[in-house]
C-alpha cells in the first residue's frame, strides 16, 4: 500500500451506485473516503476499499448539512491527504404523485439531492481552487432533462443539478482554473433505492426498462474523472430520452402521461426496507450495491464507451493540430 495513490471522496458512497463507485476507484488504485449516513454500509464499504489494499476512511455524513461535509473534507484531508476527486453522488427518492407528497418530504429530498451536490462542490472547490487542480464529478440522470410521473422532488434536484454544473463549468472556464467540474448522466439502475425509497403507489418500485447495472455507472463516473468532460451520458435510453425530448417534448407529456405510472412499479416480490428519506436504512444492515433486478439489468453499455472513447480521440486530435499549428507559427518570420 502506497501513501502517495490520489485520493477520491465519494458521497452515497454504502449503496447504488455510490457503493459501485467506490469499488471501482479503489481497484483503479485511489484510496477512499465514503460519505454516507448508514453506519454498517460505511464500515461494508470501508472494508471493501482495504480487501483491494487501498487506505479507506468512513465518515457519518448527511450531505444536507453544509457544516458536515465540511468537516468532513477537513477530515479525509488530515487523515488521508489532498483530495483529487470527488463525486456527488448522495440522493434520496419517492414514487408518489407530488400532491401526495408532504412539504417536509419534499425540502428534505431536495436538500440531499441538490443542496447535497452543491455542498459538496462547495467544500471540494475550497481545497482544489487553490491548488489548482482537481476533478469535481456530479452524478445526474436523463431525468434531469425529462420530469416523469411521480419523481417531482427528484427531477426538479436534478434539473437544478445540470444548471447549476453548467454554471459552475463557465465561472472556472471565466478564471482561468484548471479544476474541472463535469457530470455523469445515467438511465434507470439496478441499486438499492428501489428497496427503501419513499413509496405511495400500490406497487413496488422499479426503475424504468432498460435496466442497468449500478457497475456500468460507475465506470462511467471513474472515467469522467480520469478524463473530465462537460457531460457523460449512460445508456440508450439517456440518450433517446434526451433527445426525444428536445424534439417531440409534448408527445413525451402525452406519452408518459400513459404509461409513466405503471411503467415504474412491478407485482413481483422485493424487498422492502421502509423510507431512507429521513433515516437511513443501511445503519444496521449492509444493503450492498444491486437491487432487486439483476435479472433484468444491463452490464454494458455502447453509448458510454462510444461516447467517451470517441471524445478522447477528438480532442487528441484537436489537441495535436493546435500543436503543429502553433509550431508552424512558430518557424513564421
Avoid at 447495472?213 to 469522467?224: F, H, M, R, S
Amino acid at each position: 500500500m502506497t501513501e502517495t495513490a490520489p485520493i477520491a471522496v465519494v458521497t452515497g458512497g454504502t449503496a447504488g451506485i455510490g457503493r459501485s463507485t467506490v469499488r471501482a476507484f479503489a481497484d483503479a488504485g485511489y484510496d477512499v473516503a465514503v460519505l454516507a449516513r448508514g453506519e454498517a454500509g460505511l464500515d461494508a464499504a470501508v472494508a471493501e476499499v482495504r480487501e483491494r489494499g487501498r487506505r479507506g476512511l468512513g465518515i457519518p455524513t448527511d450531505v444536507a448539512d453544509g457544516g458536515a461535509v465540511d468537516a468532513a473534507l477537513d477530515r479525509v484531508e488530515t487523515e488521508l491527504g489532498p483530495v483529487e476527486v470527488w463525486v456527488n453522488c448522495a440522493f434520496v427518492g419517492a414514487l408518489a404523485y407530488f400532491w401526495d407528497t408532504s412539504p417536509e418530504e419534499f425540502d428534505r429530498m431536495t436538500d440531499v439531492t441538490y443542496r447535497g451536490q452543491v455542498h459538496g462542490t462547495r467544500a471540494a472547490l475550497r481545497v482544489m481552487r487553490p491548488r489548482d487542480a482537481g476533478v469535481i464529478v456530479n452524478v445526474s440522470s436523463s431525468l434531469a432533462h425529462r420530469g416523469i410521473p411521480l419523481q417531482a422532488a427528484y427531477c426538479g434536484a436534478k434539473h437544478a443539478v445540470k444548471g447549476f454544473t453548467e454554471s459552475l463549468i463557465t465561472e472556472l472556464a471565466a478564471t482561468g482554473s484548471r479544476v474541472r467540474i463535469g457530470l455523469v448522466t445515467l438511465p434507470g439502475v439496478n441499486t438499492t433505492q428501489f428497496d427503501w425509497n419513499l413509496n405511495r403507489m400500490p406497487g413496488h418500485p422499479m426503475p424504468v426498462a432498460p435496466i442497468y447495472q449500478p457497475e456500468v455507472g460507475a465506470a462511467a463516473i471513474l472515467e469522467q474523472a480520469r478524463h473530465p468532460r462537460r457531460n457523460v451520458w449512460v445508456g440508450l435510453p439517456t440518450a433517446y430520452t434526451i433527445l426525444g425530448n428536445r424534439i417531440a417534448p409534448g408527445f413525451l407529456d402525452w406519452y408518459l402521461g400513459r404509461t409513466g405510472v405503471t411503467s415504474q412499479q412491478t407485482d413481483r416480490a422485493a424487498p422492502r426496507h421502509g423510507s431512507n428519506v429521513f433515516d437511513a436504512r443501511d445503519q444496521d444492515v449492509d444493503r450492498g450495491a444491486h437491487g432487486a433486478f439483476d435479472d433484468q439489468a444491463h452490464s454494458r453499455d455502447v453509448v458510454s464507451t462510444l461516447s467517451t472513447t470517441v471524445g478522447r480521440q477528438v480532442g487528441n486530435a484537436v489537441g495535436a493540430g493546435l500543436a503543429a499549428l502553433g509550431h508552424v507559427l512558430d518557424l513564421l518570420p
